[in-house]
């Protein structure tokens, strides 16, 4: 076993180790922490697949802002248990049966790949770079970019549209 492989191993027990936490956390707070480990760990995997930049956009951007603005929402709400409604016995029935389906989708589509043959990717030495994910980004993904690009502009104005105080 080499180095890399060890990393990856470690990288993965992790991930799945801090989204267990994050699941069955009942404190909110830790769980916006256990999802940044979760974040980190993602990250060493970008850095594995040679995508510096993804790793380091993944922890500035999901790690840094959006965990902060999660904190910041949470602590804004003010989550009691004391005040929590009481969840429906249907309603975790529903949920348990939610999370089954999803199960065998998941054990399914895993089943199917097995009869794959395995296939070898060549990585060069700029496949994760920052000007390789540029031309591929603007020349391959552009339509969806844009679309994206107009989908967060129109959640902001709409946070900013919901957070304003009325006169």
């Known amino acids: 076993m080499n180095i890399t492989e060890i990393l990856f191993w470690f990288l993965t027990a992790l991930a799945l ?7 069955f956390s009942k404190n909110p707070v830790y769980s916006v922490l256990w999802l ?8 060493g995997h970008y850095i594995l697949l040679n995508a510096q930049f993804l790793a380091i956009v993944n922890i500035i ?7 902060v603005l999660f904190l910041f929402v949470i602590m804004l709400m003010n989550l009691n248990a004391d005040n929590e409604p009481q969840k429906n016995k249907w309603l975790k029935i ?7 389906c999803l199960m065998l989708v ?13 296939q070898t990717l060549s990585l060069s030495g700029s ?6 994910l540029g031309k591929t980004l603007f020349t391959d993904y552009v339509l969806p970019f844009e679309i994206s690009s107009v989908l967060f502009l129109s959640a902001m104005v709409g946070a900013v549209v919901i957070g304003k105080k009325e006169d």
Request: aromatic share 6%.
């Open 17 to 23: 180790g801090g989204s267990l936490m994050m699941v």
């Open 106 to 118: 998941l054990v399914s589509a895993i089943l199917r790949t097995e009869g794959l043959k395995e």
């Open 36 to 43: 940044i480990v979760v974040f980190f760990a993602i990250s």
């Open 127 to 132: 496949t994760g770079l920052i000007k390789q």
């Open 94 to 100: 529903a949920g348990v049966i939610a999370g089954g």
């Open 61 to 67: 951007v999901y790690a840094g802002a959006i965990m």
